[in-house]
């Protein structure tokens, strides 16, 4: 009785941020981490044309976590916003101090950053800003449990920033639909900017983020895909097409290496979207 009251106040709570109704459970999705053999995962998908909220694991869902590099996108945006960037191609220079990865040490925008995850980029960005003007717009977006902590430049991995995966949705669909408390432009670009893959059927946009502890990993994909999809109108009877957004987020923990890949990440996802119908 306990566990059911409990799950019963996290589905009342769970979708403030996306305001769904329709909440329907696919513990199926459970069989695709098996195959890909992870046991720890959650992913929960927005289709907003029907209205309707598609969830795997409600509590997990539910639980405030490391955001990792997927808040180099609130980063991004709080840059823009703020002045600290002009535009994508505010360039940072590398500050020579290798990291062993040769896509992090070079001079390089913030466009190329976010593609690369660049920690020192980010770092340094965050440095720029300041804590008073990225709690301002932690608090004015409500991202996650809006806490910064003294470590301005490693909060969104060190336990301090924390933010569900149905939060992570909201915050995606807020930025796809240019409803966060920010301009236009500086939603556009960063958009623009999550642009990963373009088909003649879909565009995929993500962002993926990693906090290791220990010999784990808690690894991230949050995003949305635009599928056009052609129909008779209902005014003018005739062929149109329209692109319909879903909104997702993803997570789970693993000891691999290969598991916790930007590439294991995207197929797991696909195999979830093809599931669902979204993609072929």
């Known amino acids: 009785m306990k566990n059911n009251f409990f799950l019963f106040i996290i589905a009342?709570?769970?979708?403030?941020?996306?305001?769904?109704?329709?909440?329907?459970?696919?513990?199926?999705?459970?069989?695709?981490?098996?195959?890909?053999?992870?046991?720890?995962?959650?992913?929960?998908?927005?289709?907003?044309?029907?209205?309707?909220?598609?969830?795997?694991?409600?509590?997990?869902c539910s639980r405030r976590m490391s955001p990792a590099s997927t808040f180099k996108v609130f980063l991004s945006l709080a840059a823009l916003e703020s002045n600290?960037?002009?535009?994508?191609?505010?360039?940072?220079?590398?500050?020579?101090?290798?990291?062993?990865?040769?896509?992090?040490?070079?001079?390089?925008?913030?466009?190329?950053?976010?593609?690369?995850?660049?920690?020192?980029?980010?770092?340094?960005?965050?440095?720029?800003?300041?804590?008073?003007?990225?709690?301002?717009?932690?608090?004015?977006?409500?991202?996650?449990?809006?806490r910064i902590g003294q470590d301005i430049e490693s909060c969104w991995v060190n336990d301090t920033l924390l933010i569900t995966p149905d939060e992570q949705v909201g915050f995606m669909k807020k930025l796809y639909f240019d409803k966060l408390p920010m301009s236009q432009r500086s939603q556009r670009i960063v958009r623009n900017m999550l642009l990963e893959e373009?088909?003649?059927?879909?565009?995929?946009?993500?962002?993926?983020?990693?906090?290791?502890?220990?010999?784990?990993?808690?690894?991230w994909l949050v995003g949305f895909i635009e599928r056009k999809e052609t129909q008779k109108g209902v005014v003018t009877k005739k062929e149109e097409t329209n692109s319909r957004p879903y909104f997702f987020a993803m997570n789970y923990e693993t000891t691999s290496d290969s598991l916790a890949s930007r590439e294991k990440r995207i197929e797991i996802l696909k195999d979830i979207l093809k599931e669902r119908q979204i993609l072929k």
């Open 198 to 219: 373009q088909t003649a059927e879909h565009k995929l946009y993500f962002k993926t983020g990693t906090k290791l502890n220990g010999n784990q990993s808690l690894v």
């Open 12 to 60: 009342t709570l769970l979708f403030s941020s996306c305001g769904r109704e329709n909440i329907l459970t696919q513990n199926q999705w459970g069989d695709i981490y098996k195959k890909h053999g992870i046991d720890s995962a959650c992913f929960e998908m927005i289709d907003n044309t029907h209205d309707q909220a598609f969830i795997y694991n409600l509590e997990r």
């Open 84 to 146: 600290v960037a002009l535009d994508e191609n505010m360039m940072i220079p590398w500050n020579k101090i290798p990291t062993g990865k040769p896509e992090w040490d070079k001079d390089m925008t913030m466009r190329e950053a976010l593609k690369v995850s660049s920690e020192p980029y980010f770092k340094e960005l965050a440095k720029k800003m300041g804590a008073v003007e990225m709690q301002k717009w932690l608090d004015t977006i409500r991202y996650g449990n809006k």
